[in-house]
């Protein structure tokens, strides 16, 4: 009797258990810090459980393990942290993909170039070990006038005696200036009867017309173009490259910041062949914005595969520490080009900016417009108030056009974005790469209210932080530090009522990039029912010494609950 009432008794506790995980999850994660991301203070869960690439639950460890099933896997964190996904609110795809066939002629710490000599160099090793014949087109990437001995752009005479027989281009780091050789610059047919293209400059050898080989805003498309001619057959093998590199740095969001049609047209068959691995948000070229308000109501708003064409991308002025970038004072040392009134220029004027700003708002097409110096901010707020009078809509009306960069932003021009619900991505790697250059170039006002986060914040301003990789590293975590510490390279820090809280830093590049894409319902967050895009850290951004918030690791990143990288231990 006794055996049948045992029998009987683990018969029903067994009955008891399949009841209670009628819905088992994948995984459950839990003994580490798991930080949610739901509200404006750190809130911290014990567990959460994963099911078929979403979240299940979110809370205490023994709650959580209601979800414990036969098959699901329990994921002991051992002390490290897990987020949300990181949001790349403003890189590169396209160009990482690029890079990876150039020089890297970067100075420290990004390349090993302090001198026109050591770029020089980094062409050659580039030639000889990609097997480049005379004739074919040599590009490099990231040399860097500020950081270099001689203080001072390369020019068509240094390439061309090295390179006398392949045309050779070189971008700034600021990706808005770079330098052709003569065989480069005779394959745009730039000489000396060539006029400057609108919105860009060909600068002259001094006392002469004749070009001195360095090229400013839009007089580097031609150069844009071939590079993306150059590589087109070897983007299929590139591309996953670029995404794991991404994914390394636990990004389970990528932007591509400006598509010409043929990138577009690349990710599109790479989504279709479902050869794209992270969520990628492309944002198509201003120069093709008729052609995208065409395609938007078939094409945009969605992920297909991943992909989803978000939004039009203007370049509406250039590079601060270029000196093209547009303000309304002017700057305070040389500007190559120019002799007075130094301001830099825009790349648009005011009509064209207001015509795509009213045909954007007609169509609902969200735009993403880059905008460094405050000069062309207010453009872009004139832009906005007439395409809003002309169509009778309402100004704060929930269109999140997004101000990429907004680094020299004034307080007044933020008080604009709040009262007109738009959105800036800041850009806060500035103070370290050229947080001194700025200081020499526009004085401590200017340079110590660049990419002002803390103001932003105390405004209830919905913000976010970028690389613009491959500008500077794609690093999230060098991101959260460098807007915590503003520390420059000299170790000066750049405005230090502009430093943020860890907490805020991490907002901007979790629950914030959400909302810039739309997406703060599915990602951004630890909650329920969102996706499972997930980040693992060796340690807690919140609870680390600040100055060591950039030496914090990946360990992990998880995309919709399938490991996409994981850090070999």
């Known amino acids: 009797m006794k055996k049948s009432i045992a029998v009987f008794l683990l018969l029903a506790l067994v009955s008891c258990k399949k009841q209670e995980v009628t819905n088992p999850a994948d995984t459950i994660y839990f003994g580490g810090d798991i930080v949610t991301m739901e509200g404006n203070d750190a809130v911290y869960a014990e567990a959460i459980a994963v099911k078929n690439g979403k979240i299940l639950f979110v809370g205490t460890k023994s709650e959580a393990e209601k979800f414990h099933g036969d098959a699901t896997e329990m994921k002991n964190l051992e002390g490290k942290t897990l987020l949300p996904g990181f949001i790349d609110s403003h890189s590169h795809l396209g160009n990482a993909m690029n890079i990876m066939g150039q020089a890297n002629v970067s100075s420290a710490p990004v390349g090993n170039c302090a001198t026109i000599a050591d770029i020089i160099a980094e062409l050659q090793k580039c030639k000889k070990n990609n097997n480049i014949k005379d004739g074919e087109w040599i590009f490099g990437w990231g040399y860097d006038d500020t950081q270099l001995a001689e203080k001072r752009h390369p020019t068509k005479m240094d390439l061309d005696k090295y390179f006398p027989n392949n045309p050779v281009y070189i971008q700034h780091v600021s990706g808005h200036l770079g330098v052709a050789n003569s065989l480069a610059l005779a394959d745009a047919k730039f000489d000396k009867n060539t006029k400057d293209p609108a919105g860009g400059m060909i600068l002259r050898l001094p006392g002469t ?5 360095v090229l400013q805003e839009m007089a580097v498309h031609h150069f844009v173009e071939k590079v993306t001619e150059v590589f087109a057959s070897q983007k299929p093998k590139l591309l996953q490259k670029a995404l794991d590199l991404y994914a390394k740095n636990g990004i389970t969001t990528a932007q591509e910041g400006f ?26 070229s201003f120069l093709d914005l008729e052609t995208n308000v065409k395609d ?4 945009f708003g969605e992920y297909h595969n991943h992909l989803k064409l978000e939004g039009t991308k203007i370049v509406a002025d250039g590079s601060p520490q270029g000196k093209t970038a547009f303000f309304t004072k002017p700057f305070l040392t040389e500007v190559p080009g120019c002799s007075h009134d130094c301001k830099g220029f825009s790349n648009v004027t005011q009509a064209q900016l207001n015509k795509m700003f009213e045909v954007a708002y007609k169509s609902k097409m969200q735009l993403f417009v880059h905008c460094n110096g405050d000069a062309t901010i207010d453009m872009l707020l004139l832009a906005h108030e007439t395409a809003c009078k002309n169509l009778n809509q309402p100004l704060d009306a929930d269109r999140r056009t997004i101000v990429i960069h907004s680094n020299f932003v004034r307080k007044g021009q933020l008080e604009k974005y709040k009262k007109y619900n738009i959105s800036p991505s800041f850009f806060t790697n500035h103070a370290y790469f050229w947080g001194d250059v700025h200081v020499e170039n526009l004085g401590k006002e200017r340079a110590f209210f660049l990419s002002p986060i ?11 932080n970028h690389t613009d990789y491959i500008i500077t590293p794609i690093n999230q975590l060098f991101t959260i530090w460098s807007s915590v510490n503003r520390v420059s390279r000299s170790g000066k820090i750049i405005g230090a009522n502009e430093r943020t809280t860890a907490y805020q830093g991490l907002k901007a590049i979790t629950i914030n990039g959400a909302y810039q894409y739309f997406e703060e319902k599915t990602k951004g967050s630890l909650k329920e029912g969102k996706l499972a ?31 996409v990288y994981k850090k070999k231990l």
């Open 209 to 213: 017309t004749e070009p001195s080989g």
């Open 454 to 464: 803390h103001t932003a914040d105390s405004l209830g301003i919905i913000y976010t």
């Open 296 to 299: 938007s109501l078939s094409n």
């Open 259 to 284: 598509s010409d049609a043929s990138t577009v047209a690349f990710l599109k068959q790479a989504a279709k062949e479902k050869k794209i691995s992270i969520d990628v948000v492309s944002l198509p």
């Open 533 to 563: 895009d997930l980040v693992i850290l060796d340690q807690n951004p919140l609870k680390v010494d600040k100055m060591k918030i950039k030496e914090i690791l990946v360990v992990e990143t998880i995309k919709e609950g399938k490991s």
